[in-house]
T-cell receptor, first 110, second 111 residues
Framework: LAKTTQPISMDSYEGQEVNITCSHNNIATNDYITWYQQFPSQGPRFIIQGYKTKVTNEVASLFIPADRKSSTLSLPRVSLSDTAVYYCLVAMQGNTPLVFGKGTRLSVIA | SQTIHQWPATLVQPVGSPLSLECTVEGTSNPNLYWYRQAAGRGLQLLFYSVGIGQISSEVPQNLSASRPQDRQFILSSKKLLLSDSGFYLC??????????FGPGTRLLVL
């Protein structure tokens, strides 16, 4: 399973755009990039998933360069409620179990 | 739509006592099922996963075990709890070739 590296923590003010970058140098051809959000005492919540280029949904955007060795989760205009831990995972879809790192702890400040 | 349930939500157990945590999924058939543990302030550690009834794969050797008696039921057990078993236990499910979705979790405190 590809190993991922992401910042341990980030701070942001309300209303700003937040970009969290994840490095995955050993990503395989069949791997997808998935991001989860976790609030204290809750299970991780799926945010977005992509394979290449750009993916956008109602919550976030995911930018993946052509070499796929990194990806960036973009959260537009964050609010206090976006304070959480964000996990980047790289794996094949399907039966392959996910491997979670320590994630990035985002703190949004008023 | 699919939903995943875990119970109990919280549990306080003495060292050496048995454990049984239950996870059920509704609205899907033949899901992959997973048990994770999260220690305080740490990332998630995969404990067990199952691709079908009676099929269990263990990722980490320990005093825990898992069983899947029915298609949409996944049980995490222990015969004798250790202090180190304290943590936040999460069950997850996925359809074949799809993303994993997590339950609300069970917080276990072993005293």
């Amino acid at each position: 399973l590809a190993k991922t590296t992401q910042p341990i923590s980030m701070d942001s003010y309300e209303g700003q755009e937040v970009n969290i970058t994840c490095s995955h140098n050993n990503i395989a051809t069949n791997d997808y990039i998935t991001w989860y959000q976790q609030f204290p005492s809750q299970g991780p919540r799926f945010i977005i998933q992509g394979y290449k280029t750009k993916v956008t949904n109602e919550v976030a955007s995911l930018f993946i360069p052509a070499d796929r060795k990194s990806s960036t989760l973009s959260l537009p205009r964050v609010s206090l409620s976006d304070t959480a831990v964000y996990y980047c995972l790289v794996a094949m879809q399907g039966n392959t179990p996910l491997v979670f790192g320590k994630g990035t702890r985002l703190s949004v400040i008023a | 739509s699919q939903t995943i349930h875990q119970w109990p939500a919280t549990l306080v157990q003495p060292v050496g006592s048995p454990l049984s945590l239950e996870c059920t999924v509704e609205g899907t058939s033949n899901p992959n099922l997973y048990w994770y543990r999260q220690a305080a302030g740490r990332g998630l550690q995969l404990l067990f996963y199952s691709v079908g009834i009676g099929q269990i794969s263990s990722e980490v050797p320990q005093n825990l075990s898992a069983s899947r008696p029915q298609d949409r039921q996944f049980i995490l057990s222990s015969k004798k709890l250790l202090l180190s078993d304290s943590g936040f236990y999460l069950c997850a499910w996925s359809a074949r070739q799809e993303t994993q979705y997590f339950g609300p979790g069970t917080r276990l405190l072993v005293l």
